[in-house]
């Protein structure tokens, strides 16, 4: 989430500093789409092969068997299969580098899209790595944490991994090693280490600053009904009947904590005596959390954030005075806000969309949260929060972010505007794009230029938010990757159009247009 109090500012910017050069942000894009019928090819690895055998010139993989390694394949509800592969070099993957190919329901090969970098066939090992164990200290080094604070949900939490990472033009080896934590204040660090000498060559934080029934009020004041969960519990040598906020009604779980102003992950579970929640906060994470899930169950068939019904988290009354909500890799958490900043962050179904959007995105396109595609990221989760809006409050829907629970005490204040970005200081076109090391290169300010587009989109003739939404979900996952800049968004929103809307579509020039709008071309 964006405009972060001034007390948390200086933080902040000491805390996202970056060591590559910012003025790669909006550089000449290195992404390849190319649109054509190139013929049928199986989706095995002996046809991938022939496949790039044929089309060696347009995209520059010599041996496929050696150069890309399968990532994942899937199927779509117009029967296309999307396959994603990552580019490798000697068995080392390489950071951000992938392909995808796109097939259509007579399995010809229709499109491929992605990020190869003939540079990184230049690396040559000549010595021996440091030690995997070495890196992870060193890591450790860089990030004060609570070890009792670790999100031991994650099965990457201080997992060293090797890639090969491009460093000013030429590749090292490099071990990615994540640091997933709560205490003293929540972090999701990726820090790279250069794997022939120790040195840190990278870090950002991920941490994004967004069968019962029962009732509760919420936080704007207004009765909502809850699923809940029954249960008999022993304290000490009685039982009690407890009413717990855990909805068992859809296939993903929906569970709501409450760290009771402490920092420790989950915490406890919500509950009540009688079927009335009295706690505002935990009434509309856990109301709202349904109402996410319900919009891409029904929009787009997805089964919760990762697709698989994972049980969907989240946890209320986070520290104290906390004017923020994350998302932190495997759950949602919202504080309570100091009542000026904000009311509790857990009062904005689009908060809610937003924070829970990115926990869709880590598991699809995974963008890197770092200037363009983490202002993408940013963007994206902005985008479903207003779409979701629309299908919940269509009473109350605007092009705003946050608006519900932002500056209480300031009359039409939000954190965001789609509309217009520059209402709150955000840049709407590329000429106004902010470089900067603060913020991972600004992803929450340079997110106002494909917020922008977006409602362009959304509002030109011909064009509804239904319409929208579904070339947006499309393109977040089946054609984004996690290196994807601006231009390659567009590109992967107008091929989105072009699959459910067709070529020269209204919609598909909606896109280009929307995005020529705003500078990107």
């Given at each position: 989430?964006?405009?972060?109090?001034?007390?948390?500012?200086?933080?902040?910017?000491?805390?996202?500093?970056?060591?590559?050069?910012?003025?790669?942000?909006?550089?000449?894009?290195?992404?390849?789409?190319?649109?054509?019928?190139?013929?049928?090819?199986?989706?095995?690895?002996?046809?991938?092969?022939?496949?790039?055998?044929?089309?060696?010139?347009?995209?520059?993989?010599?041996?496929?068997?050696?150069?890309?390694?399968?990532?994942?394949?899937?199927?779509?509800?117009?029967?296309?299969?999307?396959?994603?592969?990552?580019?490798?070099?000697?068995?080392?993957?390489?950071?951000?580098?992938?392909?995808?190919?796109?097939?259509?329901?007579?399995?010809?090969?229709?499109?491929?899209?992605?990020?190869?970098?003939?540079?990184?066939?230049?690396?040559?090992?000549?010595?021996?790595?440091?030690?995997?164990?070495?890196?992870?200290?060193?890591?450790?080094?860089?990030?004060?944490?609570?070890?009792?604070?670790?999100?031991?949900?994650?099965?990457?939490?201080?997992?060293?991994?090797?890639?090969?990472?491009?460093?000013?033009?030429?590749?090292?080896?490099?071990?990615?090693?994540?640091?997933?934590?709560?205490?003293?204040?929540?972090?999701?660090?990726?820090?790279?280490?250069?794997?022939?000498?120790?040195?840190?060559?990278?870090?950002?934080?991920?941490?994004?600053?967004?069968?019962?029934?029962?009732?509760?009020?919420?936080?704007?004041?207004?009765?909502?009904?809850?699923?809940?969960?029954?249960?008999?519990?022993?304290?000490?040598?009685?039982?009690?009947?407890?009413?717990?906020?855990?909805?068992?009604?859809?296939?993903?779980?929906?569970?709501?904590?409450?760290?009771?102003?402490?920092?420790?992950?989950?915490?406890?579970?919500?509950?009540?005596?009688?079927?009335?929640?009295?706690?505002?906060?935990?009434?509309?994470?856990?109301?709202?959390?349904?109402?996410?899930?319900?919009?891409?169950?029904?929009?787009?068939?997805?089964?919760?954030?990762d697709n698989g019904n994972m049980t969907i988290k989240s946890t209320v009354h986070y520290s104290r005075n906390y004017v923020n909500a994350f998302w932190n890799g495997s759950q949602m958490v919202y504080g309570d806000g100091d009542g000026v900043n904000s009311l509790a962050l857990s009062g904005g179904l689009d908060i809610i969309a937003h924070e829970m959007t990115h926990g869709v995105d880590e598991y699809e396109a995974d963008l890197i949260y770092k200037d363009q595609s983490g202002a993408l990221n940013e963007s994206f989760s902005d985008c479903f929060g207003t779409f979701i809006e629309y299908f919940a409050q269509k009473n109350k829907f605007d092009w705003e972010m946050g608006e519900d629970v932002w500056t209480p005490k300031i009359a039409n204040d939000a954190l965001r505007s789609l509309q217009d970005p520059t209402k709150y200081g955000d840049p709407a076109h590329m000429n106004d794009y902010n470089y900067t090391t603060s913020d991972n290169g600004g992803v929450h300010t340079n997110c106002g230029i494909p917020n922008k587009a977006c409602y362009l989109i959304a509002t030109?003739?011909?064009?509804?938010?239904?319409?929208?939404?579904?070339?947006?979900?499309?393109?977040?996952?089946?054609?984004?990757?996690?290196?994807?800049?601006?231009?390659?968004?567009?590109?992967?929103?107008?091929?989105?159009?072009?699959?459910?809307?067709?070529?020269?579509?209204?919609?598909?020039?909606?896109?280009?247009?929307?995005?020529?709008?705003?500078?990107?071309?």
């Amino acid at each position: 989430m964006k405009r972060f109090l001034s007390v948390f500012l200086t933080f902040l910017v000491t805390a996202f500093i970056v060591c590559i050069p910012v003025t790669s942000s909006a550089a000449k894009s290195n992404h390849n789409f190319l649109v054509k019928n190139m013929g049928k090819y199986s989706k095995d690895i002996k046809g991938i092969a022939k496949f790039f055998k044929d089309y060696k010139k347009e995209f520059n993989v010599e041996d496929a068997e050696k150069e890309l390694v399968f990532k994942n394949s899937k199927n779509d509800n117009l029967g296309y299969t999307h396959v994603k592969l990552q580019q490798v070099v000697d068995g080392i993957p390489v950071y951000g580098k992938e392909y995808i190919i796109h097939y259509n329901n007579k399995d010809e090969v229709y499109a491929v899209n992605g990020n190869f970098d003939v540079k990184a066939k230049q690396f040559k090992r000549n010595k021996e790595f440091i030690k995997e164990k070495d890196a992870v200290a060193i890591a450790i080094a860089q990030v004060n944490f609570d070890s009792e604070s670790l999100n031991t949900d994650l099965s990457d939490n201080l997992v060293p991994k090797l890639f090969l990472y491009e460093l000013n033009e030429e590749y090292i080896p490099v071990y990615l090693i994540r640091i997933n934590f709560l205490s003293p204040v929540p972090g999701d660090w990726f820090i790279f280490i250069n794997a022939l000498n120790g040195e840190v060559v990278e870090k950002y934080n991920k941490i994004r600053t967004v069968s019962v029934t029962g009732s509760g009020i919420g936080v704007l004041g207004d009765t909502k009904t809850l699923n809940l969960d029954k249960v008999t519990v022993k304290i000490r040598n009685k039982t009690e009947t407890q009413y717990q906020t855990n909805d068992l009604t859809r296939s993903a779980v929906i569970t709501t904590y409450t760290a009771n102003n402490a920092t420790r992950l989950p915490g406890s579970i919500v509950y009540s005596l009688s079927q009335i929640i009295n706690d505002p906060a935990a009434v509309d994470a856990h109301y709202y959390a349904g109402v996410v899930y319900d919009y891409y169950k029904t929009k787009f068939g997805r089964n919760g954030i990762d697709n698989g019904n994972m049980t969907i988290k989240s946890t209320v009354h986070y520290s104290r005075n906390y004017v923020n909500a994350f998302w932190n890799g495997s759950q949602m958490v919202y504080g309570d806000g100091d009542g000026v900043n904000s009311l509790a962050l857990s009062g904005g179904l689009d908060i809610i969309a937003h924070e829970m959007t990115h926990g869709v995105d880590e598991y699809e396109a995974d963008l890197i949260y770092k200037d363009q595609s983490g202002a993408l990221n940013e963007s994206f989760s902005d985008c479903f929060g207003t779409f979701i809006e629309y299908f919940a409050q269509k009473n109350k829907f605007d092009w705003e972010m946050g608006e519900d629970v932002w500056t209480p005490k300031i009359a039409n204040d939000a954190l965001r505007s789609l509309q217009d970005p520059t209402k709150y200081g955000d840049p709407a076109h590329m000429n106004d794009y902010n470089y900067t090391t603060s913020d991972n290169g600004g992803v929450h300010t340079n997110c106002g230029i494909p917020n922008k587009a977006c409602y362009l989109i959304a509002t030109s003739s011909g064009m509804t938010i239904e319409k929208t939404e579904q070339i947006y979900y499309r393109a977040l996952v089946n054609y984004l990757t996690q290196s994807s800049d601006f231009k390659a968004a567009k590109e992967a929103l107008i091929q989105s159009a072009v699959d459910l809307y067709g070529v020269n579509s209204v919609e598909a020039n909606a896109v280009k247009a929307a995005f020529e709008a705003v500078g990107i071309y």
